[in-house]
């Protein structure tokens, strides 16, 4: 009997943490609509009186690898960075038009900016591992969110490793600072941190343009195998690449999308002569 | 009424209908954006507070001196060429009384001026040396000498003044009073020379290497080179770095007090003349000064503050870059031509070999550098010698009486002062650059202006805290010298070194970092404290020791709101001396041993400095380290990374050797 009442009331304690005020609330994922994860409406972009991107109508299907590829100044990388809104950061950026996730503004007002980066994950040009040892590297995202379990976090470390392939690497590491790996290392580190708060979309900008070929093959293996679990999308610099790993490819050029669609098609059969100049490196 | 109850019942009907996990969604979502806000508000409170502390101390300094202002007439206080303070004994003054400080205003401009002279001549020969002619070997050695003697206290090199250099120059020109206008130039040139030094080697050390290149790529020497073209593009770090030394040679007190003769109504007419300056006056009558009198002496404190502030000012014009540009340095163009306007044909020009001017210059820099450095090297043995054998048991250990000094009354003072110091500098410090350097939008106006105050706050002398804190923590501190006042003035002078050395390190922070954590999904504030501030650690702990190096230094701040009461204090509620203060305190009485103790007390004070030198060498070297990520393997790492220079080195070497290199790697 006494057992039963101690138990009931840590069960009482617990809800009772959940319920008031100061109990942290849930952050609940987006709930994407007919295969669709994120959504662009009309979008027009502006640094002070500049416009960086012009009318951005596109729709990213989920699960799937969508790449953006078009030359240096094209505005990939500004489209990329508003998706998760990192470029509320920048000064003198300003977005019109919608961006919809799940059926979302995420300019809107009331949008929570946690939430969102929680659920859009995202991975830098350069490697930007913080510093502290592998493991709080990893459980930096989980306890943000207020998993402050050892056991639980444990756990989470050693699956956001193994789904970034370099459990079998690191795991006698955990101790070490993070900055002592190689850059390969540490931007794949990089991913393994951004899948540890579980994200439904992975935001990756140029992740291999500062690795050598061995370190791009594992990233873009890394790629493959995330496909079927969450949905990715990558800009970059590397047309061979984006052939290679996405299922959608969009051009873009002076901050328009001149183009998009499925990748096999866009590479063999492109439908605007702009974007058959740039793949066929008669420009860019 | 009735509308009110209508509407609690309403809102208890939603909190209790289905609506109210939303609701309390909502309460909650406040509830989060207010914390991020909140934060906001209290690092931007602590940011301001500089700017507060800056108004204060000028508004309370002027309205402290406008009864004496009033009383005496402006221009008669600044202009008359007598202070004779005279009083009855019903407090009335006689017709004969005059407050005038004209003496005082020329002396103090007199031994500023020569002080920058020869310490900035000095500062700048070192620094030239240390860069352009100092053989690798000495390098490190010779910048960690000058940071050392730029951390010692000048109570100490009033000292060395006053056992050193003013029986010297009684033997050398055979006058019988050594103390006055040149022995104070000394003294002061001495003290300022570390830091001209170390902040003109830093411009020296920033002019690019591509001008020294381009010049000897034009035929030029080394000694041109250096003289003609990096010597100048660091006019401006060197123009601020002497501005710095006059604002400290202006605001220096108790070096000055030791050497300075400190005879009232004396103009500066010789070298040998001894004088007071309006630092020495504040701190000669402050302890005895009552009514119209300290009023008046208030009065010259703000007199001084003027002073400071307008140097300041002309600092930050300096520093600007659009103000001082070409207006300052400017050069007209003046190409000659015939008198038809057509330029002269090639043929005219001749070229002859020169430099003979900046050959001998570098001899210069080089014997001065040595001198300098012999000088200090010198003084610190001198102090040394002279000061073990005075570390007597005795004065060591025992807790003395109330009219014995001893080390362990001046520890505990000393102690209880940097404690409650920091407790309460750090976090405002923190804070406030937290503010600067995370919250601020680049450029903003209201950035720029506090960061002015802080500047401003910088440059303030110590004596002014003195005399700020004299009438202001004193009064709010029970009306008589504590620990506790001391603590809340030496918070004002702490605070601007917190705010500069973390916000550096802040900045040095890569954004990246910030990035990758928001992008997580993690707020600003915890970004803040999880990632950036862990980074800055190094910085902060910089700013620390320097703090306690500050505080266990200083003397004119506190002798007169911490007090100069021998004997063990009580609690922050007592008066007590410092280090410092007893240094002071004790060159002044002529009592027999006293000089003894003030070695000894010398002693302990310079192996603080190398002490806390020594800590923050270390301590930077060791949380590199930690960030660098190399624990466990750094001697491994150091290797490697050593490998590498030297491997860079060699191509460097090998370049011109190494052209088919290329040729190679395509065919492979």
Redesign the interface.
């Known amino acids: 009997m006494k057992e039963k009442k101690i138990k009931e009331s840590k069960e009482e304690k617990e809800e009772k943490k959940e319920k008031g005020l100061f109990a942290r609330k849930q952050v609940p994922p987006f709930r994407f609509e007919n295969g669709v994860a994120i959504n662009v409406k009309d979008m027009d972009l502006f640094y002070g009186d500049f416009k960086a991107l012009k009318k951005i109508n596109m729709a990213m299907p989920e699960k799937k690898i969508t790449a953006m590829i078009g030359p240096s100044g094209c505005g990939k990388s500004t489209l990329l960075k508003s998706l998760n809104r990192m470029n509320d950061l920048v000064e003198g950026c300003r977005v019109e038009g919608e961006i919809t996730i799940g059926g979302e503004n995420i300019y809107e007002k009331t949008a929570d900016l946690a939430r969102l980066r929680k659920n859009v994950g995202m991975v830098f040009q350069r490697p930007n591992p913080f510093a502290m040892s592998v493991y709080d590297n990893i459980a930096y995202g989980p306890r943000t969110f207020g998993i402050k379990k050892k056991s639980v976090l444990d756990e989470i470390v050693e699956r956001s490793l193994r789904n970034a392939a370099m459990w079998e690497e690191l795991k006698d590491r955990l101790g070490k600072s993070a900055l002592g790996l190689s850059g390969g290392q540490q931007q794949r580190l990089c991913i393994a941190r951004a899948l540890a708060v579980e994200p439904q979309i992975l935001l990756m900008d140029e992740p291999t343009s500062a690795l050598d070929p061995i370190s791009t093959g594992k990233i873009e293996e890394l790629c493959e195998e995330l496909r079927d679990k969450i949905t990715i999308v990558i800009v970059t610099h590397n047309m061979q690449q984006a052939a290679r790993i996405s299922d959608k490819t969009a051009f873009f050029l002076l901050g328009e999308m001149v183009e998009m669609g499925d990748t096999d098609q866009v590479f063999s059969a492109p439908q605007d002569k702009r974007t058959e100049d740039y793949i066929t490196g008669r420009f860019g | 009424m009735l509308l009110h109850k209508k509407k609690t019942e309403e809102h208890q009907e939603t909190v209790a209908g289905a609506d109210a996990p939303v609701c ?2 909502e ?3 406040a ?1 989060k954006l207010d914390g991020e806000k909140g934060a906001k508000a209290v690092f931007f409170i602590a940011a301001a507070f500089s700017v507060v502390a800056v108004f204060a101390i000028v508004i309370y300094l002027l309205v402290a001196s406008i009864p004496a202002l009033s009383e005496i007439g402006f221009f008669n206080f600044l202009f008359k060429n007598q202070w004779l303070p005279k009083f009855y004994e019903d407090g009335s003054r006689p017709a004969s009384a005059t407050f005038g400080i004209l003496p005082m205003i020329l002396s103090s401009i007199v031994v500023t001026l020569g002080a920058v002279v020869v310490g900035g001549l000095l500062g700048v020969c070192t620094a030239v040396f240390l860069v352009y002619y100092c053989p690798k070997k000495f390098k490190g050695a010779y910048t960690q000498v000058i940071n050392l003697l730029a951390g010692i206290p000048s109570v100490v090199y009033g000292f060395f003044g006053l056992v050193v250099i003013v029986p010297m120059l009684e033997g050398m020109f055979g006058v019988t009073v050594g103390k006055g206008v040149l022995a104070a130039v000394l003294v002061l040139s001495l003290m300022i020379m570390p830091t001209i030094a170390s902040l003109t080697k830093n411009s020296l050390e920033a002019v690019p290497n591509e001008y020294y290149e381009g010049s000897l790529a034009l035929g030029n020497t080394k000694a041109q080179a250096i003289f003609k073209v990096c010597l100048p593009a660091a006019k401006r770090g060197i123009l601020s770095a002497l501005i710095l030394g006059v604002g400290r040679a202006v605001g220096e007190t108790m070096a000055v007090a030791m050497v300075v003769g400190n005879t009232t109504n004396n103009f500066p007419t010789g070298l040998f003349m001894p004088v007071a300056t309006m630092t020495t006056q504040i701190v000669k009558e402050m302890g005895y000064a009552t009514g119209l009198r300290k009023e008046a002496l208030i009065s010259i404190g703000f007199i001084l503050l003027i002073f400071v502030l307008i140097i300041n000012l002309i600092l930050t014009l300096v520093k600007r870059e659009k103000m001082g540009g070409n207006a300052l340095f400017g050069r007209k163009l003046r190409t000659e031509h015939a008198e038809d306007g057509t330029q002269k044909p090639k043929s005219q020009y001749e070229f002859r070999r020169g430099g003979i001017v900046q050959e001998v210059l570098k001899y210069i820099c080089m014997v001065l550098a040595a001198v300098v450095i012999v000088a200090l090297v010198a003084m610190v043995a001198f102090i040394i010698v002279k000061g073990v054998p005075n570390l007597t048991a005795d004065f060591l250990f025992t807790a003395g009486s109330s009219t014995d000094v001893t080390m362990p009354q001046l520890l505990v003072t000393t102690l209880l002062i940097i404690f409650m110091t920091l407790i309460i500098a750090l976090p405002l410090g923190i804070a406030a650059a937290i503010y600067l350097n995370e919250y601020s ?2 450029g903003s106006k209201l950035v720029k202006v506090i960061r002015l105050f802080i500047d401003t706050l910088a440059g303030i002398p110590s004596i002014v805290f003195g005399l700020f804190g004299n009438i202001f923590f004193v009064a709010i501190c029970g009306g008589r010298y504590s620990i506790i006042a001391g603590s809340l003035t030496m918070v004002l002078i702490v605070l601007p070194t917190i705010v500069r050395s973390t916000e550096e390190s802040l900045r040095e922070v ?1 954004d ?12 600003k504030v ?1 970004t803040i404290f ?2 950036v501030l ?2 800055a650690l190094s910085g902060i702990v910089t700013s620390i020791i320097l703090s306690i190096g500050r505080i266990v230094g200083e003397s004119a701040a506190l002798i007169y709101t911490a007090g100069a009461v021998i004997g063990m204090p009580d609690g922050y509620g007592s008066s007590g001396m410092t280090f410092a203060v007893a240094m002071y305190k004790l060159t002044q009485t002529g009592r027999a041993g006293d000089m003894e103790k003030a070695y000894a007390i010398a002693v302990v004070l310079l192996v603080i400095v190398v002490a806390l030198n020594l800590l923050v060498t270390f301590l930077e070297k060791r949380i590199k380290r ?8 750094g001697t491994e ?1 150091k290797h490697a990374h050593a490998k590498q220079e030297a491997e860079e080195e060699n191509t460097e070497a090998l370049e011109p050797l190494a052209e088919p290199a290329p040729a190679e790697g395509a065919k492979a």
């Open positions: 309390r969604e309460a909650r979502r509830f939008k680049k890569a990246s970092m910030r990035e990758g954590s928001l992008a997580l999904g993690a707020s915890r999880k990632i862990p980074s930690k960030t660098l990520g190399t624990t466990g393997t790492k």
